[in-house]
């Protein structure tokens, strides 16, 4: 069985560092952009597949993973320039294909609609749609009691406060029984992830910001 060569880098963008995961190095460019608060760990067994035959790329946003966040605005809008930044200096030159999980969705299709001669193909996966603020327009009691942005917000906030430790004790990071057949180190690496209080700084920025998104 080929093995796939996956090839990891910091990548300095607005003179903050992303983490980059490149996996395989022939065929279409394949870019994932994840979901608010997801991992491209989460992607793992997907990728190991499409990196047979295809280069495949994913990253973590400012303030997931690796990538270094500095109280800034989290909008698609920065997603969008910074994949368009990655793209140069990773020099990939030919149309990709870009992947979009929920959050995620909604840059690529902003990115889509900015850069649509970059672009080969797109995929939504459970995307967040373009119209989803509509929802905020409807009386919907039993999803609004708990799950407004308005909570999430100081419940992330309050998050991105803590210590890691706090968090640890809080959350009880656990993986799913998928998850727990990756690789030793792929499963360490999703639970510090959750445990990061700077992840919880750059998703309430996300949120708070991504009404402004609208319409694209």
Same mark, same amino acid.
């Given at each position: 069985m080929k093995r796939v060569i996956t090839i990891s880098r910091?990548?300095?963008i607005n003179n903050k560092l992303l983490e980059v995961h490149q996996k395989g190095s022939?065929?279409?460019p394949i870019v994932i952009v994840t979901g608010l608060g997801c991992s491209f760990d989460d992607w793992y067994d997907i990728t190991e597949e499409l990196s047979k035959a295809n280069r495949v790329i994913l990253f973590h946003r400012p303030g997931q993973g690796l990538s270094e966040f500095r109280d800034e605005n989290r909008t698609t809008?920065?997603?969008?320039e910074e994949l368009k930044e990655l793209l140069q200096q990773l020099d990939i030159q030919e149309p990709i294909v870009l992947v979009g999980h929920s959050y995620g969705g909604l840059?690529?299709?902003h990115f889509a609609k900015v850069y649509p001669e970059l672009l080969r193909g797109l995929v939504l996966v459970d995307s967040t749609s373009v119209d989803f603020a509509i929802l905020d327009t409807l009386q919907l009691p039993v999803l609004d009691e708990d799950n407004t942005d308005e909570t999430w917000i100081?419940?992330?906030? $309050? /998050?991105?406060?803590?210590?890691t430790d706090a968090l640890r004790e809080i959350i009880n990071p656990t993986l799913t029984e998928k998850q727990k057949q990756f690789p030793a180190e792929i499963q360490?690496?999703?639970?510090?992830f959750q445990?990061?209080?700077? $992840? /919880?700084?750059?998703m309430s920025?996300?949120?708070i910001h991504w009404k402004r998104c609208y319409p694209l």
């Open positions: 910091n990548v300095v022939n065929g279409t809008e920065a997603t969008v840059c690529v299709q100081e419940k992330y906030q $309050l /998050y991105s406060s803590m210590t360490q690496r999703l639970l510090e445990v990061n209080p700077t $992840l /919880y700084k750059a920025s996300e949120i």
